[in-house]
């Protein structure tokens, strides 16, 4: 079984940072991707940002130039450093890992963290 924890969110203004963590349990293989997702109310859930083990990063546009993905792959942690906060980043956070084995596909998901941008 494989079991995500994240942590970091929170109620912050526009302008400021937040950095969410997720740590990955259980049986995953070394080959794999971490990554953030974000739903917010009324909207489909969406891809913010993720890594592959070998260190290789996706980012949505909406993000590129704010936030900021890293791993640490001995402890199967990732983080989402996110700068200059903006309201429309408002949502529940999930923290995805995801790999494959023997063409199969595995993916687990977090609980997830709600991070709320306002004044």
């Known amino acids: 079984q494989v079991q995500l924890v994240e942590s970091g969110g929170g109620l912050v203004q526009p302008g400021a940072s937040l950095r969410l963590s997720c740590v990955a349990s259980?049986?995953?293989?070394?080959?794999?991707?971490m990554g953030w997702y974000r739903q917010a109310p009324g909207n489909q859930r969406e891809l913010v940002a993720d890594?592959?083990?070998?260190?290789?990063?996706n980012y949505a546009d909406s993000v590129k130039d704010r936030f900021a993905i890293s791993r640490d792959n001995a402890k199967n942690t990732v983080w989402l450093q996110m700068n200059s906060l903006k309201p429309e980043d408002t949502a529940v956070y999930y923290c995805?890992?995801?790999?494959?084995?023997?063409?199969?596909?595995?993916?687990?998901w977090g609980q997830g963290t709600q991070v709320t941008v306002s004044l």
């Open positions: 995805n890992v995801n790999f494959k084995v023997f063409g199969k596909s595995f993916a687990y």
């Open positions: 259980g049986s995953i293989l070394r080959e794999n991707t």
């Open positions: 890594i592959s083990s070998r260190g290789s990063a």
